[in-house]
């Protein structure tokens, strides 16, 4: 997931005192189920670009709750009412006591990811250095240098030392492969910056619009991302990035930063399609759930929220090859940069 950035939410906050102090909402099916489709409403970032209208999803929905609703009913309704967006960032977690299922949405969420496994991949790997919990850095007996890129989590301030490390480890290599097959997000700037480290010139990454207000385009200036040059140095050879749709979120934005280095090929399968930055809630019951609240357009200002960034070479394992020890994304990476 990712991670919201601190000016951002103090935005949003701002945006929505009265709703964070006022008075409590009465527990009940009928107001829990108002309560979700409400904050949907007020904070989702996604309606226009994906063409979802919500007033229609909450009169197909609203009059099969009652106040004799069962949790379990209540559930059923409201993921189905979810499903609508169709959004990788969404959840719905209802309290423990109820003993029901935890709902994840879009298409992660009803599909299982088959095409990588981490233990194939060390096969490939002839030394590995691990620099910190996100970044595993090892070499292929080509001369190829190989990055399980897990997440953009840590401290920013960190970032330019592990850079450093990273890129000094494998600056003899001709070529670097970047695995975002495993990467659980984090922040924007985080993955732009790790971007940077590959630039040679400034161009437009992304850009970024948060909701701020009750219409579905109500939205807070926009805020644009580069590509450009950054730290003491930069790696400017070939890179080769590999994608699936495991990689969403934070991994997308880095995508489309790390596209604008005209060094970069992106191989794999799709992206996962959910681009935006997302806000826990709480029902009045205890149920949590998560709203994403931007517009996150590419440096051509396309949305490709549900959609996601196909790569130039499209390859998709099979767990067949998987089984028998092959990873052919893998393969034609190296193959590219050899």
């Known amino acids: 997931m990712k991670n919201i950035p601190l000016f951002m939410l103090l935005l949003l906050t701002t945006a929505c005192t009265s709703q964070l102090i006022g008075p409590q909402t009465p527990n009940s099916p009928v107001t829990n189920f108002d309560y979700l489709w409400q904050e949907y409403d007020r904070l989702y970032g996604t309606f226009?670009?994906?063409?979802?209208?919500?007033?229609t999803a909450y009169k197909t929905y609203r009059p099969q709750i009652t106040e004799q609703t069962t949790d379990a009913d209540l559930y059923r309704v409201m993921t189905k009412m979810l499903d609508i967006l169709d959004d990788n960032h969404v959840y719905l977690r209802p309290t423990a006591d109820t003993k029901l299922p935890w709902y994840s949405g879009g298409i992660l969420g009803r599909t299982q990811v088959e095409d990588y496994n981490g233990d194939v991949v060390k096969t490939y790997l002839t030394s590995t250095k691990q620099i910190t919990h996100e970044f595993v850095c090892?070499?292929?007996?080509?001369?190829?240098?190989?990055?399980?890129l897990k997440g953009f989590e840590n401290d920013f301030s960190t970032y330019e030392k592990t850079m450093d490390s990273v890129l000094t480890y494998l600056a003899d290599t001709k070529g670097i492969i970047i695995d975002l097959r495993d990467n659980g997000g984090g922040e924007d700037r985080v993955a732009q910056y790790?971007?940077?480290?590959?630039?040679?010139?400034?161009?437009?990454?992304?850009?970024?619009?948060?909701?701020?207000?009750?219409?579905?385009?109500?939205?807070?200036?926009?805020?644009?991302?580069y590509t450009e040059p950054a730290g003491r140095f930069q790696y400017t050879k070939p890179v080769v990035v590999v994608t699936n749709l495991s990689a969403y979120s934070s991994a997308e934005t880095f995508m489309l930063a790390m596209l604008?280095?005209?060094?970069?090929?992106?191989?794999?399968?799709?992206?996962?399609?959910?681009?935006?930055?997302?806000?826990?809630?709480?029902?009045?019951?205890?149920?949590?759930?998560?709203?994403?609240?931007?517009?996150?357009?590419?440096?051509?200002?396309?949305?490709?929220?549900?959609?996601?960034?196909?790569?130039?070479?499209?390859?998709?394992?099979?767990?067949?090859?998987?089984?028998?020890?092959?990873?052919?994304?893998?393969?034609?990476?190296?193959?590219?940069?050899?």
């Open 48 to 55: 226009e670009p994906k063409k979802i209208d919500w007033d």
């Open 138 to 148: 090892s070499k292929i007996k080509q001369n190829v240098g190989y990055i399980l």
């Open 194 to 225: 790790i971007a940077n480290r590959f630039a040679t010139e400034r161009h437009l990454s992304f850009t970024s619009r948060m909701r701020t207000g009750p219409k579905h385009a109500d939205f807070a200036p926009e805020l644009k991302f």
């Open 260 to 338: 604008q280095n005209k060094q970069v090929t992106q191989i794999g399968e799709v992206t996962g399609g959910a681009f935006s930055d997302a806000l826990p809630r709480d029902l009045p019951n205890g149920w949590s759930f998560r709203v994403p609240i931007a517009d996150v357009r590419d440096a051509s200002g396309q949305s490709l929220e549900g959609i996601g960034i196909m790569p130039k070479i499209r390859i998709k394992n099979t767990p067949e090859e998987l089984k028998a020890g092959h990873d052919r994304a893998l393969e034609r990476a190296i193959e590219l940069l050899e």
